[in-house]
């Protein structure tokens, strides 16, 4: 029997916002330690609250149609927090394209775009309060649309 230690359990570069009413409080980098379909456990040095709501970008290890970087993007809840290790419950989840370093993801742009935690052309590297937050209101308007 092979060991587990293979691609599954690769620790993969993280980058997480702490959210409070839609609004970003805290932010930061950090590494995934388990991965799972309902929760992930990972490290970072901000110290999170249990019950707090995250929202956390998961470089992804294999591209679309073999050509285009993509980021996990979960929205979750804090269940547990000791020193620099973190849980969180997942309770949606998103695949996202990642624009590429050299303005490639120009003229697109939206959700699937590389806005926000997404990608490298965020327009000043920056991540902006409330970005990640507005981009699923839009989604879920979308989502109520098109069942009415």
Known sequence: ME?????????????????????????????TIDLGSGGLSFEASQAFQPGARVEISISWPVLLDDTCAMRLVIFGRVLRSVGSKHACMIEKYQFRTQARALGA???????????????????????????MPESFR??????????A
């Open 3 to 31: 060991p587990k230690n293979n691609k599954q359990n690769e620790q993969r570069e993280l980058r997480y916002k702490l959210v409070e009413d839609d609004v970003t409080v805290a932010s930061g980098t950090g590494r």
């Open 105 to 131: 993801g120009a003229g697109r742009s939206g959700a699937m775009g590389g806005e926000g935690m997404g990608g490298g052309a965020t327009g000043g590297g920056a991540m902006g309060a409330g970005q």
């Open 138 to 147: 839009k989604e879920t308007v979308k989502t109520k649309s098109a069942g």
